[in-house]
């Protein structure tokens, strides 16, 4: 073969028949459980080998989860923090702790996933949409504009591993005497201007699901600076009491006499949960450098434009998230790119267009945008009080700018154990690619 043809060969596109960068898989891109070693089994045989799986007791008490909860205070300057059986539990308990209700209007991004807007209708409010700006978060001027008579909260999501513009959210939140309640889920140890997310806000809530950043397979953490919330989302995580220093159920306090959710932790998940937060560093340590080595090999590519970022150092760098120029564009890239091997093995959503990001985005959820219920009597869009809310909508169209990300966005995961080979076959592919698709 002639080095004219080896040339055109090499450059074709393998999704046009050329060679592709790799033909092996990138690693899965669950990012605390590629860490998971004797750590982790260490602390979750101390349960079993106690035969102590409750956290509040038992024949001997490992206390795991009391030990999760004071060691996250301490490292992230939290005042109290509380294990939780999920994140999507945190924030349905954090709705109640506020006293959120029928009535009550809670401002939240059209970039999100689904647990959010659940929380929000389930405790009888109703989620009012606010567009997002070109950090894929929250937008503080189309937020100040959506503040109205009935707001009572803003529901801030650190979307794809980093915080947006937080702090000018934060101000609008006191300026307006709005509750602040931080997403964390997809943002374990990210921090902004070294801030750790979480600490801006009334309460911060967190996820420990597989995809996180660090995980315990379920799990969720629920932070705030209040004593008085904190009190209240204890008894509200349990079962609407708090508890004696036995581990049992007081119900002697007139004040604190709710409805729990029975979202506790268990033991056992304290235990991996602990293991895995010690390492969280090094976790995010790796994405963030292997996701802007590849963003520094790839600035001033014609075409691609990248998420703005404010603060690089607090990104926790689990995500890369593209721009294209049309929704044509975005679909050939990301086909282009998975022909030539930047994909995880069957299964992955290594590599895919925004579209495809399923319930992340409002527009996608079913029992959003047709205002479903868990009730025969269409609660709470049905209720007397959210009568203000008759004219929302939330099909597509709600938010132009969040629609255009959705059409033109494209997403890679950042693995946490990627090798130098993939790095540099990444960026490789994405040159290509980008030769010839935005050129």
Known sequence: MSSNS??????????????PVRTAPLPWE????????????????RVVDAHSPFRFYGPQAQHMVDVFEKEWCEKYGHKHALGVSSGTAGLSIAMSALGLGPGDEVLVPGYLWVSCVSAVVRSGAIPRLVDVDNTFCLDPNDLREKIGPQTRAVLCVHMSGAPGRIDEIAALCRENRLALI????????????GQAVGTFGDIGVFSFQLNKNMTSGEGGMVVTQSDALFKR???????????????????????????GVGARMPELTGAMAL??????????????????????????????????????????????LMLLPTEDHAQRFVDALKAEGIRGPDGSLACLTMRDWGLHWYSNIPSLVNKRSNSADGFPWSHPLNSFAEQYSYEHGALPECDAMHARGALLT?????????INDIITAIKKVSRAVLS
């Open 6 to 19: 080896a040339s055109t060969s090499a450059e074709q596109l393998a999704i046009d028949g050329g060679q």
């Open 30 to 45: 669950f990012p605390g459980a590629g860490w998971m070693n004797e750590e982790e089994r260490e602390l979750v045989m």
């Open 182 to 193: 931080e997403d964390c889920a997809q943002a374990s140890g990210a921090s902004f201007k």
């Open 233 to 259: 989302i204890v008894a509200l995580h349990d079962l609407g009491y708090p508890r004696t220093p036995a581990g049992r159920l007081d119900t002697s306090d007139p004040n604190t006499q709710l409805w």
């Open 275 to 320: 293991a895995q937060m010690r390492k969280l560093e090094k976790i995010t340590g790796a994405m963030r450098g292997a996701k802007w080595r590849i963003r520094e090999a790839l600035e001033g590519t014609p075409g691609l434009e990248f998420r703005h970022v404010p603060d690089p150092a607090g990104d926790s760098g689990p995500f890369m």
């Open 414 to 422: 950042i693995a946490s154990v990627l090798k130098d080979n993939d």
